[in-house]
């Protein structure tokens, strides 16, 4: 599984990307979490809220930080 | 986790509790402020009330309570009220509006839009290649920041609703002309070429769409913290220097040099303001003291727009979309708006 944090550097990016990373220890999940940060690859995603969130290409999650229980659904939803 | 889950659906009287609870301990702090200072320095540090140091500590200790306060729930209520709007509504409001109405809309929803500073090269790209013009994206990321709620909250609260409305009344006009001047000037073409390039792939999420009210609640919570974080150094700069003034700079000192009767007062105000970076919410406490010094409203309120509006950490991450020329043009357009919007309200706001 591919996830990609979207976002410029943001401090809201960055909290995304480690609740991220704590939904994927939590469930024990084999992940690569990518940042993107190029402007013209976050707009491609049609993202114009940042921070986002890309699962193996799908957009899931745009302009807020979610709690980690959260992330972990989709991450579930999206694992089998 | 299932343990988390099956707690986070809360009842909504439990809810309305917790809200009326921080309520009412938000007005009983912001009630007591004041005596609870008399009593710590007077009282227990046996200080003189009379001594200009413990005025001056007295001022500040106060008014950053006083403005950490209003800070919280201006931000609580901003971010939940905001919650329900986002730039991806905005945008499907904006597209195929022409020039004109376009500019105004924009304007307007620039000022309710939830929209971050480091938001705004994606929103400038997806607003581009979504087909809305140039200059009414301009204009809705002119009245994001100049309008602030912050500075809204905070002019009501030590102004009044008439200032409060001359300031989103100016900064209204400000982004709706400045926009559409942009837009007339035929800027594409200094618009770096890869935003018309870009192509809007996959699916848009409505980041305000299917939030639950608790999630809505955690939101506003979480912005309070991440903004305080974010800005507890302007702000106690800022109320430094406001208590330093306070005490120790003579009401003449400004009066003189930038008083009702200067000509050049704005215009330095906007040439201090443009290069300065800082919060909506570091500079309200200098614009009260400087007001108590007969500084007048017009100046005051161009200072403001002038450190909020046109910031050079903004402008850097506009160079990214934005040629130099373009960047130039846009601050000596919206610069001048604020000059302009100055110099008419210290005619018109004159003590």
Redesign the interface.
């Known amino acids: 599984m591919i996830i990609k944090v979207l ?7 960055k ?1 995304l990307e480690r609740v991220t990373r704590e939904a994927i220890a ?1 469930l024990g999940m084999d992940a690569t979490i990518e940042k993107v940060e190029d ?2 690859a ?9 921070p ?1 969130l890309v699962i193996d290409e ?12 959260e992330i ?1 659904d989709l991450l579930k939803a999206r694992a089998s | 986790m299932t343990a988390m889950t099956e707690h986070l659906p809360t009842s909504r009287r439990a809810q309305a509790l917790v809200l009326a609870g921080a309520a009412v301990g938000w007005v009983a702090l912001y009630q007591l402020n004041e005596h609870l200072w008399d009593w710590v320095l007077y009282n227990g540090f046996g200080l003189d009330p009379t001594d200009r140091v413990t005025e001056t500590v007295h001022f500040f200790v106060y008014d950053t309570f006083k403005i950490v306060l209003l800070l919280v729930l201006i931000m609580f209520l901003v971010t939940v009220g905001r919650s329900y709007m986002s730039v991806e509504r905005t945008r499907a409001f904006l597209g195929g509006k022409r020039e004109g109405m376009g500019n105004v809309m924009a304007a307007g929803l620039g000022v309710i839009t939830p929209f971050c500073s480091c938001s705004a090269v994606p929103v400038f790209i997806g607003f581009v290649a979504a087909g809305v013009p140039i200059g009414v994206t301009l204009s809705f990321l002119i009245a994001s920041p100049m309008i602030n709620e912050i500075a809204i909250g905070m002019l009501f609260t030590l102004f009044g609703w008439q200032i409060t409305a001359v300031y989103i009344g100016a900064g209204l006009i400000i982004a709706i002309v400045a926009g559409w001047i942009l837009g007339r000037l035929g800027v594409e073409r200094w618009v770096e070429p890869f935003v018309f390039e870009t192509k809007l792939g996959g699916q848009v999420i409505d980041s305000a769409a299917g939030l639950t009210f608790d999630q809505r609640l955690q939101m506003g919570v979480e912005e309070v913290g991440t903004i305080l974080r974010k800005i507890w150094p302007y702000l106690l700069v800022g109320i430094g220097l406001g208590a330093v003034i306070h005490g120790w700079v003579p009401t003449e000192f400004f009066t003189t040099y930038a008083g009702p009767g200067s000509s050049f007062g704005v215009l330095v105000a906007v040439g201090i303001g443009i290069p300065l970076y800082s919060n909506a919410a570091g500079i309200m406490p200098l614009v009260q003291v400087l007001y108590e010094k007969g500084l007048p409203m017009g100046t005051l309120l161009a200072f403001m727009m002038a450190v909020v509006a046109l910031s050079l950490p903004e402008m850097i991450l506009l160079r990214r979309v934005l040629k130099p020329q373009l960047l130039a043009t846009y601050v000596a357009v919206v610069g001048t708006g604020i000059v302009l919007v100055g110099y008419l309200f210290n005619a018109l706001l004159a003590r």
């Open positions: 976002g410029p550097g943001c401090t809201n990016c909290n939590a402007y013209a976050i707009a491609g995603y049609g993202v114009m809220s940042t986002a799908e957009l899931v999650l745009s302009g807020r930080v979610p709690r980690s229980a972990q």
